[in-house]
């Protein structure tokens, strides 16, 4: 039955070519599909078919929607001019890419730059459309497949607005929703009172160093259970934001 072709496994099925035509086997229940006519085939890490027909045409098959990697995540950044920068992991079989704010496309508000296949991809909004929110990006691929999971991030105000007092009630806020529980209530309340005493007092090296212990306190790989990711990320980048803020005015 098979003429010549090759054999390949992606993804637990089996890919190859009979008489002319492309399928893939469930090498479990039997089940066979045609996925595309073509001669020899070859198929990349994405499940992609690349198949040969006449002697010139070049065909893909894609069925398979694309992945972002299991650690990908977005990542937002104010510019100094009043922008946002969203950045995420991209690979090869993605095309195209959809995002949304608080559930409303906003794809059309911003400017798409990608370094590379396999590398990142950058939004950057203008001051006008830049805006806080629930931001999504999902990923189209070139057969016009669109990824299942989305990235996600929330992007709270611009970095002039981060403050001591702003975090410490983002904290409460997240313990009292449960977002942060445990032995991590304390530790990072008291890391954050510490870290307002000092610089109230004008002793801005011992308050980054407790705000750094906060960081650390955050990311004890045993306090994971008790921090919401979505929570995490958005202290951390108010964390990061202060210690930015406190750098650039100890050296002015
Ligand atoms: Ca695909």
Known sequence: MLAGGYLNFHDGYLYGEAVSRIFRLDPVTWEHTILSKGHYFAQDEYGRVFTGRNSMDLYMYDDIAPIFAADASLQYEWTEDGGLVLEWPVNADMK????????????ANGELSREGGNGTAKFNMAADFAEPGAYE???????????????????????????????????KAYIS?????????????NSLRQAQHHYSAGRTAQATKQLEDFLKRMNNPPMGRHIEADAKQTLEHAVHELLVQWHHADTD
């Open 177 to 189: 929703s449960g977002d942060v529980r445990g032995p991590l209530v304390n530790q990072l309340s």
């Open 137 to 171: 990006v999902t990923a189209i691929d070139y057969a016009g497949n669109e990824s299942e999971e989305a990235l996600s991030v929330i992007v709270n105000e611009q970095p002039d607005d981060v403050t001591l007092e702003g975090l410490n009630e983002q904290l």
């Open 96 to 107: 195209k890419f959809q995002i949304t704010r608080d559930g409303v496309d906003v794809t």
